[in-house]
Structure formats: C-alpha cells, structure tokens
C-alpha cells in the first residue's frame, strides 16, 4: 500500500516521502480500514519536525483523524462487519490502509460524508471540552472565538449557537469572515488586524466577551486580556502564532477572569467516565444533524505537501483533507 512515510524529522516535510511499505494486518481487538479521508491537523505538520509534545518514533505514518471502510477484522472484534462506514483516529491516517483498535472507532453518521467524518472528531471534542467542560457557557454569554477560520475555532462557533451563546467570530481576513457570516451567522465578526478589543468592547455593550476561545497565543491572547468580562473565562487551546504569551497576574485579579487550558484528549484520560460522555456528546450532534462541519478542500496523497502548506499558511477554512483512493 502507499502511505506518506515520515522517515527522519526536518524541516519543511524534508523526511517525508510517499512510499510503497507492508498492508498492516489487525491483531486481537483491531480492525483495518481502507481509508477514505484523513484530516490534517496542526499537530500532523509538528510532528514531522518533532515540535509536538508527543514524538512518535521514526519511521510513521502521520495522520491523526481518518474515515473509511472496515475492511479487515481482527479476532474478538464483533461491533464492526466487513464494509461497516467507520471514523476514527489516533496515528497513521495518511495511507491507504490503518489498524486501529476496534473500541476506539465510530460508526460514520449518515449525516457526514467521509471527508467531513475524518475531520470532525478532534475540532468539536476540543470545542465540547472548551465550551461545555471548562467554561461551563450559558446560554445568552457572549463568546469571542479567535481562529474562527481553522477547524477548531470554527467548530467553537458553530458549538457555541448550538449552546444559544452570542457568538463574535474573529479572523484576520475579511473574506474569510464574510465565508462565516454567510454559513455559520455568528452574532457579530472582527477582524483582529490594527487591533479588537475596542470592537469587541463596543459589540458586547462594554461588558467584554465573557468567554474567549484562544487556539492563536501570542499579541492575540495578550489583547484577549483587555476586551475580557469581570469573572470571564479565557480557554487557550494552542498557539499557532508561535509564540506562548506571558499572563501578568495582576490583570487577572483586577477583572477575576479565569485562564483554562484545554487539553480534550488528556481531559478524557483523567477523567475516563466524562470523556465517553464528551464523545457520546459529540457523535450524537452529528448523527442528529445539528452540526456542520466544514471542509475546505479534499487532496490526493501525491498532493500531500500543498494540503500541508494550505494549513500552514492559515488558508483553510474549515478543515484540509488527504483522500488516499484519489
């Protein structure tokens, strides 16, 4: 089978290659798929240079979020048949086929085409666990995304309507706002260039954002800190600007705003028992078709590195999808 190879880590994909290597056979418990899309993920670009906190071992396979088809069955495993429309994720994605644990995949809502399925997990688990977990959102707050382009700023938008929360969707392109404003009707939108929080003072009557969603980091949290509510919650998710902002404590305690780090994945691992919770959440929004879950642009393997780039480049809106049957 083909896959896309991570074989050293460098800079600019230099280790990577698409390469022929062995159809993986499922073991006990494991089931193998025929992949039909996978997702790319920040942390897929990272580790192919090793500056992700988990640093799988060369050589892999990267691609952490896929759907495709059960294909293969290893022993014990009764959940899934032959052909069964299956997401899931974890590692090795960006090939044709994958084995991955049986317990860990979902079946595919009927709702969601393969390339929006492959990339809906990680977006609206981190939105869930964000909105719902650590910022506990009510109905009427309002919620300032930042990032609301990416995959994961996008599902917060689209999560925080569903909770009935007023949304302000925030971006540093005006085409990619107005993309937004026309599919996903977020209350208000700012565009963060020259500066926002008098924006987002303005839209929310002087008040602040009660809840703002940070995936950015750098100048984007440090403005964050001045358009935020007495008693808001500010949620770092991740810093794609590149550089990790500093919290001078002394404006936390003035405004009594709480900074929450959010972690979906590690979040389930603490607390196993609400992390089925998060997941069965999640699952069911899609399945009752209550979300929608956006892909920017659908990849043959041989184009990985312009899906790659496309993230890079903060192009995508939505999410980039790899389709290895291409």
């Known amino acids: 089978m083909r896959a896309l190879v991570v074989e050293r880590l460098a800079a600019d994909y230099a280790g990577c290659i698409v390469k022929d290597i062995p159809v993986p056979e499922p073991g006990p ?17 990272m580790q192919t ?14 691609g952490m979020e896929l759907a495709g088809e059960v294909d293969a069955l290893g022993e014990g495993v009764t959940a899934f048949r032959i052909g069964d429309p299956v997401a899931g994720g974890g590692r090795g994605g960006v090939a044709e086929y994958v084995v991955l644990p049986a317990q860990g995949l979902r079946r595919k809502p009927e709702t969601l085409s393969f390339a929006q399925a492959a990339g809906y997990s990680v977006a609206y688990l981190t939105a869930y666990v964000g909105l719902v977990r650590c910022a506990q959102t009510q109905a009427g707050e309002w ?10 700023g996008l599902a917060a938008v689209d999560l925080a309507r569903l909770l009935g929360a007023k949304v302000i969707a925030a971006s ?18 700012v565009n963060v260039t020259g500066g926002f929080r008098e924006r987002v003072k ?18 984007v949290f440090d403005e964050s800190l001045r358009c935020i509510a007495f008693g808001g919650r500010i949620l770092s998710i991740g810093f794609t600007s590149g550089r990790l902002p500093v919290l001078p404590v002394n404006i936390a305690l003035i405004k009594g705003f709480s900074v929450i780090g959010v972690r979906a994945g590690e979040y389930g691992r603490q607390f196993p028992a609400k992390g089925r919770e998060n997941h069965e959440a999640i699952w069911k929004l899609a399945e009752d078709g209550l979300v929608k879950p956006r892909v920017d642009k659908e990849y043959p393997l041989d184009q990985w590195r312009e899906a790659f780039d496309s993230l890079a480049a ?7 999808i790899i389709r290895p049957d291409l």
Not at 31 to 40: D, E, G, L, N
Not at 52 to 61: D, I
Request: net charge negative; charged share 25%.
């Open 29 to 45: 418990g494991e089931v193998r798929i025929k992949v039909r899309a996978a997702a790319v993920n920040f942390p897929d670009l």
């Open 49 to 62: 240079r090793g500056e992700h906190q988990h640093k799988p071992t060369v050589p892999f396979v990267p």
């Open 143 to 152: 919620v300032l995304v930042h990032g609301a382009a990416g995959g994961v």
């Open 172 to 189: 540093a392109s005006d085409a990619k706002l107005a993309v937004l404003e026309a599919e996903y009707a977020p209350d208000a939108t």
């Open 202 to 219: 303005e839209i929310t009557g002087g008040k602040g954002a009660d809840v703002i969603y940070d995936p950015v980091g750098g100048d």
């Open 314 to 320: 903060r192009k995508v809106i939505g999410k980039t």
